[in-house]
């Protein structure tokens, strides 16, 4: 080989490597920007929710990765009440929120909002607590009675005075936050109010032998928790709405083999004590579905809200407001019937 083919040699093997090098930070190029695509199909969600252990598959879910398990990268915020949390759905522009069945249909029914699941069950979940003196529903006429005003609870309380008879009227009804009808009542401000777990037993726990429960909503109502969409991002995302409610069903799945551990996880959540979750647990009230009881709580629902003028429009039919393709993309069985 003479000088100029020698020279001619090492420039060639000198732009080959060039060229390979060039190959690689292209091909680095390329990983990096496939990771940061990867990264972005992990849809960014907002769940909010109420503050009692009836959340628990929600926080779970959370806690326990479930979600980002399914490819979802969930935040969840907490308010005092599923209620307080459906006024601020729309406000915080939230892709979902968790709440009991009756501020759910006040959702559903302005047609922004629709109901993708129900997450929860239990017909003795609220009950009337009262002072000791009080003795029987006409015992509660005069009396300065607490609920929150736009949750379940204010259900509750309406049907159990239609049941016995009672005008509303005869009753001083005070709105108040769960935490605030708890002071309330230790202080002496009011006679009773009608709630949720874990507040009665909170009460009868403060009180003693001065307070008792008149009343459970067995026989009134089932309490129900709803997971809702906003409509028109489960519109355009409905696998995301399917992996959120597979990671809810594993969240379930998960508390009932391991139920020490979830009431833990959500004390610390809550903030409370793990055998006040753990007293939830036991009931069994988790479960992920819909059926032809809860189409029939929704209808009822929305009448009674219509006529206590809470909804801006005339109530709509249930099957607008709940949609169970979502449920049946998942598994059919948990739709129901129709």
Not at 4 to 33: D, P, Y
Not at 65 to 90: E, Y
Not at 247 to 274: C, F, G, H, M, W
Not at 326 to 336: T, W
Request: some cysteine.
């Amino acid at each position: 080989m003479n000088c100029h083919e020698n020279a001619v040699t090492k420039r060639q093997g000198k732009g080959f490597a060039i060229a390979k090098a060039l190959s690689r930070l292209v091909a680095i190029g390329l990983c990096a920007m496939l990771g940061v695509t990867g990264a972005a199909r992990a849809q960014e969600v907002l769940i909010l929710t109420g503050t009692d252990p009836s959340y628990l598959p929600v926080i779970v879910a959370v806690e326990k990765g479930l979600f980002k398990k399914q490819g979802v990268n969930v935040t969840q915020r907490i308010f005092p009440s599923g209620a307080d949390a459906m006024l601020a759905f729309k406000t915080l522009r939230a892709s979902f929120v968790a709440s009991a069945v009756l501020p759910s249909v006040i959702l559903w029914n302005d047609g922004d909002a629709v109901g993708v699941g129900r997450l929860f069950a239990a017909p003795d979940y609220q009950a009337a607590v009262v002072s000791s003196s009080i003795k029987s529903p006409a015992d509660l006429q005069g009396k300065k009675i607490a609920t929150r005003l736009g949750s379940s609870a204010e259900f509750f309380l309406y049907s159990y005075l239609k049941k016995h008879s009672i005008d509303a009227k005869q009753l001083k009804i005070l709105d108040l936050s769960p935490n605030e009808t708890l002071s309330a009542f230790v202080s002496g401000q009011i006679d009773g109010f009608f709630l949720w777990v874990p507040y009665p037993a909170l009460a009868q726990k403060a009180m003693s032998d001065k307070a008792r429960i008149l009343a459970t909503s067995r026989g009134y109502f089932t309490e129900n928790i709803y997971l809702t969409a906003n409509k028109a991002f489960a519109e355009s995302n409905p696998e995301t709405v399917s992996k959120v409610i597979r990671a809810l069903q594993e969240s379930i799945q998960y508390t009932k083999s391991n139920p020490e551990d979830a009431a833990a996880i959500v004390a610390r959540k809550l903030r409370t004590e793990p055998s006040v979750v753990m007293n939830t647990i036991q009931i069994n009230p988790f479960v992920v579905g819909y059926d032809e009881d809860s189409a029939r709580l929704v209808d009822e629902i929305s009448q009674f809200l219509h006529a206590r003028g809470k909804l801006k429009t005339m109530p709509r039919p249930e099957k607008e407001m709940f949609d169970r393709r979502y449920l049946r993309s998942v598994d059919p069985a948990l739709a129901g019937g129709s």
